[in-house]
């Protein structure tokens, strides 16, 4: 079992930025992927980014390409979302979500965190 825990939500103006992470614990051996996906409310969950932990490769969904960026730590057990530029339709609750492949969709990751509540007002 791998557990998930976001951090770094909050309220921020647009135009501003915020700094989400998302650590995990357990069994890390077991995923080589971590995404973040969010939902705004009556929305349906929509992907955001995701890194490899093997490669430290990266995929960006294009509504956020140029203003988001993810990242790991050297140990490889906390991921980052900094977000640059944020909008009122950034506003969501985030969720990071671990499995092995770097993908966009939602089936690919087996473990899911809470989520974080992101709000950006106009």
């Known amino acids: 079992q791998v557990q998930l825990v976001e951090s770094g939500g909050g309220l921020v103006q647009a135009g501003g930025s915020l700094r989400l992470s998302c650590a995990a614990s357990g069994s890390i051996f077991s995923i080589n992927a971590i995404g973040w996906f969010r939902q705004a409310p009556g929305k349906e969950r929509e992907w955001v980014s995701c890194?490899?932990?093997?490669?430290?490769?990266?995929l960006y969904a294009d509504s956020v390409k140029g203003r988001f960026t993810i990242s790991i730590n050297n140990a490889k057990d906390t991921v980052y979302l900094q977000m640059n530029s944020l909008k009122p339709e950034d506003t969501a609750v985030y969720y990071c979500?671990?499995?092995?492949?770097?993908?966009?969709?939602?089936?690919?990751?087996?473990?899911w965190g809470q989520g974080t509540q992101v709000t950006v007002s106009s």
């Open positions: 890194i490899s932990l093997s490669t430290d490769g990266t």
């Open positions: 979500a671990a499995g092995w492949i770097c993908s966009s969709s939602s089936s690919r990751y087996d473990y």
